[in-house]
């Protein structure tokens, strides 16, 4: 699969933003070499800093092609963006009526920010080099390739208390069976300003 698309298979020349190009110009429009900020890696600041979006530091390695990134999950990315700046002006509503987001089209959208987030934790997986488990690649492609639930793959958004500003990418939990090395879970969330997003994959038997 190196430098080939996971998605489609063909030629990877894409880096995808870890996190969306528009939320990082939101919440760090001033950056500079002047006014940079810290790269975080489980908690840790490292030595080095970012003073430009521009920063190869927000991009995954190249693992997709240009056609899937934009032409195929542009819906996926304008139904999240669409959903999380609901959630952004609305903070501490916890019951949502969908319906007034995407209109009566609303399971349909729900499903595309579910592909949304399904790229990205997929192309984070990979990018992390993980590999002591078997990765569900062909299950999340053929999701986002047709438009089609993954079954075993979950999200769930939450309101937290952090400051704005904040904005979050987690590292991978890996949880296994008892005593074994089967993998039983896979985890990782994403915090943006008030909104964390909570992804997890359940491995069948």
Same mark, same amino acid.
């Given at each position: #699969?190196?430098?080939? &698309?996971?998605i &489609?298979?063909?030629? /990877?020349?894409?880096?995808?933003?870890?996190?969306?190009?528009?939320?990082?110009?939101? *919440? @760090?429009?001033?950056i500079?070499q002047?006014?940079?900020?810290?790269? $975080?890696?489980?908690?840790? %600041?490292?030595?080095?800093?970012?003073?430009?979006?521009? *920063?190869?530091?927000?991009?995954?390695?190249?693992?997709?092609? *240009? +056609?899937?990134?934009?032409?195929?999950?542009?819906?996926?990315? =304008? /139904?999240?963006?669409?959903?999380?700046?609901?959630?952004?002006c609305?903070?501490?509503?916890? +019951?949502?009526?969908? *319906?007034?987001?995407?209109?009566?089209?609303?399971? +349909?959208? #729900?499903?595309?920010?579910?592909?949304?987030? /399904?790229?990205?934790? #997929?192309?984070?997986?990979?990018?992390?080099?993980?590999?002591?488990?078997?990765l569900? %690649? $062909?299950?999340?492609?053929?999701?986002?390739?047709?438009?089609?639930?993954?079954?075993?793959? @979950?999200?769930? @958004?939450?309101?937290?208390?952090?400051?704005? =500003?904040?904005? %979050?990418?987690?590292? @991978?939990? %890996?949880?296994?069976?008892?005593?074994?090395?089967?993998?039983?879970?896979?985890?990782?969330?994403?915090?943006?300003?008030?909104?964390?997003?909570? #992804?997890?994959?359940?491995?069948?038997?």
């Amino acid at each position: #699969m190196k430098d080939k &698309c996971w998605i &489609c298979g063909n030629k /990877a020349d894409s880096g995808e933003h870890i996190i969306k190009k528009s939320i990082l110009e939101n *919440s @760090f429009s001033n950056i500079s070499q002047k006014k940079p900020i810290f790269w $975080r890696i489980n908690g840790k %600041v490292q030595k080095n800093i970012i003073g430009s979006l521009k *920063s190869k530091k927000f991009h995954f390695e190249k693992k997709i092609c *240009s +056609k899937c990134n934009n032409e195929l999950t542009q819906p996926y990315d =304008n /139904a999240f963006d669409k959903l999380l700046n609901y959630l952004s002006c609305n903070k501490g509503n916890n +019951k949502i009526d969908l *319906s007034k987001i995407f209109g009566k089209d609303y399971e +349909k959208q #729900m499903l595309y920010v579910k592909l949304y987030l /399904a790229k990205i934790f #997929m192309t984070k997986l990979l990018s992390s080099n993980i590999k002591y488990i078997d990765l569900p %690649v $062909r299950e999340f492609a053929e999701g986002i390739l047709n438009g089609k639930d993954i079954e075993d793959f @979950f999200i769930d @958004f939450k309101y937290n208390n952090y400051p704005t =500003n904040y904005i %979050v990418s987690s590292d @991978f939990e %890996v949880k296994f069976i008892k005593d074994t090395d089967i993998p039983l879970s896979i985890k990782q969330f994403i915090t943006i300003d008030s909104i964390t997003i909570e #992804m997890i994959y359940y491995y069948r038997f």
